[in-house]
């Protein structure tokens, strides 16, 4: 499974900023999708999760209220709408995958994208 995001950039603190993940044609199954976060001198957290069956969606505290995830199972893309952006929202985001074949799980990341907020 290949996954490639795009649509980070720099923007001011209380703008908007929409990332997509493109996603590969594939022979697993996807499960579940979401985002993840790296900050500066911090680990890698969960940003947002949705489920490939239902679409039910997980959130982070920090970013419940601001940030929605979406998929377009047509377009094989999933996005993350950001609104309200802070300075703390700065990070490399990165799209990830939880794929099935046969009885093999894996998770699959993509190269990430920069989004920088500034103050």
């Known amino acids: 499974v290949q996954l490639v995001e795009s649509g980070g950039g720099l923007v001011q603190a209380g703008a908007s900023l929409t990332l997509s993940c493109a996603v590969s044609k594939t022979t697993f199954t996807i499960n579940a999708m979401g985002w993840y976060r790296q900050g500066p001198g911090k680990q890698r957290e969960l940003v947002a999760t949705?489920?490939?069956?239902?679409?039910?969606?997980n959130y982070a505290d920090s970013v419940k209220g601001r940030f929605t995830i979406s998929r377009d199972n047509a377009k094989n893309t999933m996005f993350l709408q950001m609104n309200s952006l802070k300075p703390e929202d700065t990070a490399v985001y990165y799209c990830?995958?939880?794929?099935?074949?046969?009885?093999?799980?894996?998770?699959?990341w993509g190269q990430g994208t920069l989004v920088t907020v500034s103050s």
């Open positions: 949705i489920t490939a069956g239902d679409g039910s969606t």
């Open positions: 990830n995958a939880v794929a099935r074949f046969g009885l093999v799980t894996r998770d699959f």
